[in-house]
Antibody, heavy 122, light 107 residues
Framework: EVQLVASGGGLIQPGGSLRLSCAAS????????MTWVRQAPGKGFEWVSV???????YYADSVKGRFTISRDNSKNTLYLQMNSLRAEDTAVYYCAREFRDGGNSRVGIDPWGQGALVTVSS | DIQLTQSPSFLSASVGDRVTITCRAS??????FAWYQQKPGKAPKLLIYAASTLQSGVPSRFSGSGSGTEFTLTISSLQPEDFATYYC?????????FGGGTKVEIK
């Protein structure tokens, strides 16, 4: 079964750091395009970051320079290192896989992990 | 960034009703477009990808259409398990963006 399980969320003070983990099963993280998407409480979705199979990464302007996406191929796990956290970073963070068609074009996001809640507050 | 305007933001309907949700993109995105269903406290579920392709395991009462800047999600006969919030998404370019959501509630 294809599955993603996120962990590492919690309550953190403004300016602090946190690392989210996302363990994959049923597929290989390193050969896929993996992404993080967040959802603030009661709000819609905001794309955060993606890491390509080749290692190239892209970030939303709102997190660029503060967040870093990475993976550990031996553990089949995706990470999101979050530094200099702000109140506006409070959200449920979902790890997910970009779903690509036969021509390697992005066509959806699937599967999604269950989400990890990050609360930034003093 | 590509903006997605989803309408309506709220919809009240009865079991058996035909329901249509629309999403408009601020620029052409071909068919790099998806629809998701989200229930409270759960992760989103991919329903439709490439604008009109039904994801495996999704009931055939769901369908998607459109290309370019106008897209539609249709539920042909609303079932009790379909009451949820629906989101559209463009995958044409980063940053990937989402519509504001449509909450479908029981009339």
């Amino acid at each position: 079964e294809v599955q993603l399980v996120a962990s590492g969320g919690g309550l953190i003070q403004p300016g602090g750091s946190l690392r989210l983990s996302c363990a994959a099963s049923g597929f290989t993280v390193s050969t896929n395009y993996m992404t993080w998407v967040r959802q603030a409480p009661g709000k819609g979705f905001e794309w955060v970051s993606v890491i390509y199979s080749g290692g190239t990464a892209y970030y939303a302007d709102s997190v660029k320079g503060r967040f870093t996406i990475s993976r550990d191929n031996s553990k089949n796990t995706l990470y999101l290192q979050m530094n200099s956290l702000r109140a506006e970073d409070t959200a449920v963070y979902y790890c997910a896989r970009e779903f690509r068609d036969g021509g390697n074009s992005r066509v959806g996001i699937d599967p999604w992990g269950q989400g990890a809640l990050v609360t930034v507050s003093s | 960034d590509i903006q997605l305007t989803q309408s309506p933001s709220f919809l009240s309907a009865s079991v058996g009703d035909r329901v249509t949700i629309t999403c408009r993109a601020s620029q052409g995105i071909s068919s790099y477009f998806a629809w998701y269903q989200q229930k409270p406290g759960k992760a989103p579920k991919l329903l439709i990808y490439a604008a009109s392709t039904l994801q495996s395991g999704v009931p055939s009462r769901f369908s998607g259409s459109g290309s370019g800047t106008e897209f539609t999600l249709t539920i042909s006969s609303l079932q009790p398990e379909d009451f949820a919030t629906y989101y559209c998404q463009q995958l044409n370019s980063y940053p990937l963006t989402f519509g504001g959501g449509t909450k479908v509630e029981i009339k």
